[in-house]
């Protein structure tokens, strides 16, 4: 059955780091596109980064420069460091798998969601 | 970048057709995705590639795609269908994945 659980999440005041684990079973980590989507509270969803099972990687550009997406083969987990957090990171953070052809990609499967919040 | 619209909320009586709109330049020329959420809970796949269902989703689901709008229509609709709804794109030209600003779907 596959599984992802993050983790990591918390208060943090501006300007401050976190680092969210994706721990997943199941399936194998780094031989799927892996991403990072994240909801602020009320609003929408909004994806942040991807790492594909070749290893490039993409953000977006809300995040760009300040977050870090990575994993960890050895242990099938997904990492996001979040660096030089503002309020507008305040978020519900969702990793989920991606299927994804020469043509597209969607979320097959979704973890829980881990509560970051940016605030003094 | 790549811009999806979909209107804030559409309402509907049990028993009647929804069908939710995705507005995109060209859109008909990419695969759209569609997701539902209800409130408190996590995204799932509702719709893939237009119109394929994952298993365990009703066939009151469909979906279609042609020019500047894609379309998610919920036949029968019940009052367990009540939820957000957002599609999805992938942006080929930036690699990155693009969700609409999502509908609330209200049974009335």
């Known amino acids: 059955e596959v599984q992802l659980v993050e983790s990591g999440g918390g208060l943090v005041q501006p300007g401050g780091s976190l680092r969210l684990s994706c721990g997943a079973s199941?399936?194998?980590?780094?031989?799927?596109?892996m991403s990072w989507v994240r909801q602020a509270p009320g609003k929408g969803l909004e994806w942040v980064s991807v790492?594909?099972?070749?290893?490039?990687?993409y953000y977006a550009d809300s995040v760009k420069g300040r977050f870090t997406i990575s994993r960890d083969n050895s242990k099938n987990t997904l990492y996001l460091q979040m660096n030089s957090l503002r309020g507008e990171d305040t978020a519900v953070y969702y990793c989920a798998r991606e299927a994804f052809d020469y043509s597209s990609s969607f979320f097959d499967f979704w973890g829980q969601g881990t509560l970051v919040t940016v605030s003094s | 970048s790549y811009v999806l619209t979909q209107p804030p909320s559409v309402s509907v009586a049990p028993g009647k057709t929804a069908r939710i709109t995705c507005g995109g330049n060209?859109?008909?020329?990419?695969?759209v995705h569609w997701y539902q959420q209800k409130p408190g809970q996590v995204p799932v796949l509702v719709i893939y590639?237009?119109?394929d269902r994952p298993s365990g989703i009703p066939e009151r689901f469909s979906g279609s795609n042609s020019g500047n709008t894609a379309t998610l229509t919920i036949s029968r609709v019940e009052a367990g269908d009540e939820a957000d709804y957002y599609c999805q794109v992938w942006d080929s030209s930036s690699d990155h994945v693009v969700f609409g600003g999502g509908t609330t779907l209200t049974v009335l």
């Open positions: 199941g399936f194998t980590v780094s031989s799927n596109h």
């Open positions: 590639y237009e119109s």
């Open positions: 060209n859109i008909g020329s990419k695969s």
């Open positions: 790492i594909h099972s070749g290893g490039s990687i």
